[in-house]
């Protein structure tokens, strides 16, 4: 059965966001912690709910839907089950170093390519590995690396950023370690075909010609030759991803107007990735939005650019109040987000940089807001979201 609604807020419960499919009962026996009642969609459902006591009939699948369901297509993958075994602050300092040798490379990527050169792909294979030992281990430290915006070129910051998001969405949905990097390598080569742009297309602020949106759609072409000419044999999952990174589920994307699972999973993966880093980046033609803002347009584009699945794996990974983000709490003392509890999103793990009257705490705490209270009892809730630079604090600095 599809279940389509709960007696109480979906953020209260540690479910996929609007919607799921029952598959066992362990899973009707987690929904009776959180929940009296359901509802039921039947349409969605797979059977058709009896009440007379006949057969329940097949239901009717949405047209254009692939007949194979995720888990089924998921499952060929051998999918495994990861557990948090650091904590951000923990990690922080690992994660960094990682993301400190992936930037080093793709600066010696970008001097080979502009030297006319191939790309060694074993040194990017090299650096890759460190970056997702540490996602698997606790992916929040690499997702407050991936929303920091560096003043590195957008290309530059954007092809690292989309390696860590493709490959914190495959470590929700359970891909193996060994996938998980070539989902890393994948991200990360995307894009590196714009290199050949010019920059002046790139750099436009006017709205592109036609003549220049087509050749900015090259650069598709021009990542795939690049990583068909590297000095290794590239995984064919690595190229198919470049190549359909910018499909859509629906068949409305680019460069063969694939649609369904007709794209392959890592470059539905990418196009979620991609996007989303896009929105919330600094472009010379767009101003970013908030993480807010773009989970919710990306919520709303769900079955039609990108696959519904994919969509609730990604905001169940980074949560509402993403790892890095900046919050005034109602005690009105200021934080920064460390972790998200599943059960209670709205309520996450904060640590505690600035009390009540904006003054520095002389050493910083970490509460969780699940349990945090203040002096008269009351819950301790986030009062709003803050930008980067409020009260003088800036996330990057922080990071470091």
């Known amino acids: 059965m599809y ?50 006591g006949s057969a329940p009939q097949p239901s009717k699948r949405t047209p254009g839907v692939a007949a194979t369901p995720f888990k089924t297509e998921l499952a060929s993958h051998h999918p495994i089950s990861y557990s948090e075994q650091t904590t951000v602050t923990s990690e922080i300092h690992t994660a960094h170093s990682a993301y400190q040798s992936i930037r080093a490379e793709f600066d010696n990527m970008a001097s080979r390519i502009g030297r006319g050169k191939t790309l060694n792909i074993a040194h990017l294979s090299d650096v890759i590995t460190p970056l997702v030992d540490s996602i698997t281990r606790n992916p929040g430290a690499s997702i407050w690396l991936a929303r920091l915006k560096s003043q590195d070129s957008y290309t ?32 990360m080569l995307l894009d590196i075909g714009k290199l050949k742009i010019p920059a002046a297309i790139l750099n436009k602020h006017q709205q592109l010609s036609e003549r220049e949106f087509e050749l900015v759609k090259k650069h598709v072409d021009l990542s795939l030759k690049m990583a068909r000419e590297s000095s290794r044999t590239m995984p064919k999952s690595v190229l198919d991803m470049i190549a359909a990174h910018h499909e859509r589920f629906n068949g409305s994307g680019y460069p063969q107007a694939l649609q369904g699972t007709q794209i392959p999973l890592y470059a539905r993966i990418a196009a979620i990735a991609d996007c989303y880093d896009a929105m919330t980046s600094q472009r010379v033609y767009a101003q970013p939005i908030t993480h807010a803002a773009a989970i919710k347009k990306m919520y709303e584009w769900r079955g039609f650019d990108f696959q519904p699945e994919l969509i609730e794996a990604f905001i169940q990974a980074v949560g509402i109040y993403p790892t890095g983000t900046l919050v005034e709490l109602t005690s009105g003392e200021v934080g920064i987000v460390v972790k998200e509890n599943p059960g209670k999103r709205l309520r996450p793990q904060v640590l505690v940089i600035l009390d009540s009257s904006k003054h520095q ?26 930008e980067p630079g409020a009260y003088g604090l800036d996330p990057e600095a922080l990071y470091i």
């Open 3 to 52: 279940v389509s609604g709960l007696d109480r807020p979906w953020l209260d419960t540690p479910f996929s966001l609007q919607g799921f499919m029952i598959q066992n009962e362990a899973q009707i026996k987690k929904i009776s912690l959180f929940c009296d009642y359901v509802f039921i969609d039947e349409k969605r459902s797979i059977t058709q709910i009896s009440i007379d």
């Open 156 to 187: 530059y910051s954007h092809c690292i950023a989309v390696a860590i998001w493709c490959t914190v969405i495959g470590r929700q949905i359970g891909l193996p370690k060994k996938e998980l990097a070539l989902l890393s390598t994948g991200g």
């Open 361 to 386: 705490y002389q050493q910083f705490t970490e509460i969780n807001l699940a349990e945090r209270q203040d002096p008269e009892n009351k819950a301790v809730e986030i009062l709003k979201t803050l």
